[in-house]
């Protein structure tokens, strides 16, 4: 036996409640994970509380992120014993995920934990920190330096966040923070931002056009706000959109594309290619400061899952949340 968040949709309605399950229930895999550690990322919220339809079968364990130990596998890649790390690939979505003391998973979705990273430490990053790893490689790819000037990081004191402020600090870059906490400021300064912005001055419509400011963007909000970042990028400037915790519409004009020259660019986790997430890893290793990690990130027992989830929808949540499993 062993301990799972289960969603069930059935006659009596959408539930996640803490079960136990046995091994024969494990879905079909590859490889067969003992889970030490899980997070709650912000998708796994909307799956949990069933707010927006990220769960696609039932019976579901949610849970995008894992790490844990091999405990058998019929996969070239990996052996019992091994120390592995799962970000995305629909688990938690399609396929039964992380927040269960058990996981039976396709080996080629793992990736081996990072050496420079402990089970929780990788955890505490999971898909929101490896998320924002891959909008500042993005910003990389299309030129951004930090002598270019400032770069703005919307929904700051959540999980993408928060880790993209951190590595952009250390990297850096002059970050401004855009959030709706401004009691979280000493947090965001310590993290690394030098000016924190009240996310109501971007979330009514504005002009097509705004003073340009921002050399580089990272947005996690999307609708209203992501419109007024592009309005107010600085000409050639590129944003990031990976998010859409302020909405999933875009009600924008192309004024900031035609006129600046700007470059909006999509980030996806879930299907991003290996070759990638093994270089957002290898970054997240050499260009996050452990300190920082420590500081964002709070750790709960699996018994907390649930009521810890609709707080993270509601914005209670401070940086990451680490799962113990154990
Ligand atoms: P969190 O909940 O940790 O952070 C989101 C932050 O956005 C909040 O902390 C809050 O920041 C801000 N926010 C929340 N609601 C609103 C609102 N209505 N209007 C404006 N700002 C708001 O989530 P994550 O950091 O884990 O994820 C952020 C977004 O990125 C989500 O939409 C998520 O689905 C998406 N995402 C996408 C991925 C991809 O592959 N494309 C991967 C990972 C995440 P503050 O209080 O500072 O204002």
Redesign the pocket.
Known sequence: MFKAILIEKDDAGYRASLKELTDAELPEGDVTVSVSHSTL???D?LAISGRSPVVRKFPMVPGIDLVGTVESSQHPNFKAGDAVLLNGWGVGETHWGGLAQKARLRGDWLIPLPKAFSPQQAMAIG??GY?AMLCILALERQGITPDQGEVLV????????SVAIAVLAKLGYSVVA????LE?RDFLTHLGAKEILD?AEF?SPGKPLARERWAAAID??GSQ?LVNVCASMRYRGVVTA?????GMDFPATVAPFILRGITLVG????MCPREDRLIAWQRLAQDLDPNKLALITQEIPLADAIATAEK?LN?Q?RGRVVVDLN
């Open positions: 990322n912000y998708k919220g898909t929101a998320t919307t929904g700051a004191a959540g999980g993408v966040g855009v959030s709706g906490r979280e996310r979330s996690v909000v706000t990976c998010g859409l915790a302020g980030i996806d986790s879930v993270l914005g949540v």
